[in-house]
Structures are given as structure tokens and as C-alpha cells.
């Protein structure tokens, strides 16, 4: 009896080391490659996920420059319009102030003309009224040198 129990566990055992070299061979091989496979391919999911997220931050990154630099060639264009804006105040000022000189300046000479105008007159006037009193005090006698003398002497005192 012992003779058949063993060729029983023999055969028990070689059918069991059949079994796990079949199920290594045709199970657990292929089940290793196929995890394998999706190991590389998750591998390179995640390398194509960081590459990703290196290029987003390196984009972030030129963006944040960029805006930066959008900020300073803002403020340098303000500072130009300011400046511009500046010598245009000045250049505008300075007209004005040119033309209220030639404004004053002209005024100047027109009063002084009218003031000539109205000297020129009054002489006139006076020299009619000169003419005159000498002609009723000197009675007939006219003439252009008589009435220069005269016109003289009165003027000499009316200065004086």
C-alpha cells in the first residue's frame, strides 16, 4: 500500500510542478508583459504629463516677462507723452507770451500815435487860436511871418 500512495504523491507532485511551469509559461509570463507594457506606457504618459507641465510653466514663465515688459514700455510711453505733452505747454506758453508782447508792443505804438495824433491837432488849434487873437490885435496886418513870430513867442512863454 505504501507503493501506491507513493506513485499517487509522485505523480501528485510532477503533476503539480506541470501545472506551475504550465501556469508560469502561459499565465503569469504573459501577465508579467502585459503589466510591463502598461508600466512603460504609464511611464510614458507621465513623462509626456511632465514634459507638459515643464513647457506650461516655461510658457507661464516668457508670459510673466513678457508682462513685465508690457508694464515698463508702458510707463515709458506715458513718460514720453508727459515730456511730449510738457514742451508742447511750453512751446504754447512761449506763443502766448510772444504774442501778448507784440499785442502790448502794438498798442504802445498806437497810443503814442494817437498821443502825436492829438499834440499835432491841439498845436493846430492852438496856432488857429494864436492866428486869430493876433489878427484882432494886430488889426491888418497878416502875413506868414507875422503870424510864425507870433506863433513862436506864444509857444516860447506857454513852455516855460
Known amino acids: 500500500m505504501i507503493n501506491i500512495q507513493f506513485w499517487s504523491i509522485l505523480w501528485t507532485v510532477v503533476n503539480l510542478l506541470i501545472l506551475v511551469v504550465a501556469f508560469r509559461i502561459f499565465f503569469i509570463k504573459p501577465i508579467g508583459r502585459i503589466i510591463a507594457k502598461r508600466q512603460e506606457e504609464a511611464d510614458e504618459v507621465y513623462a509626456k504629463a511632465t514634459a507638459k ?16 515688459e508690457a508694464e515698463t514700455e508702458k510707463k515709458q510711453i506715458i ?7 510738457d514742451g508742447q505747454y511750453q ?22 500815435h494817437e498821443k502825436s495824433q492829438i499834440i499835432a491837432s491841439a ?4 496856432a488857429d487860436i494864436v492866428v486869430d487873437a493876433t ?5 491888418s496886418k497878416t502875413g506868414a511871418d507875422i503870424d510864425s513870430k507870433l506863433f513862436d513867442e506864444f509857444l516860447g512863454k506857454a513852455g516855460e
Open 91 to 112: 512751446k504754447i506758453l512761449e506763443d502766448a507770451k510772444t504774442d501778448a508782447k507784440s499785442i502790448h508792443d502794438a498798442a504802445v505804438a498806437e497810443a503814442n
Open 79 to 85: 513718460a514720453e507723452a508727459r515730456k511730449s505733452a
Open 135 to 139: 489878427t484882432k490885435v494886430v488889426g
Open 53 to 68: 507641465e515643464n513647457e506650461a510653466n516655461e510658457l507661464a514663465a516668457q508670459y510673466e516677462q513678457k508682462v513685465a
Open 123 to 126: 498845436k493846430k488849434e492852438i
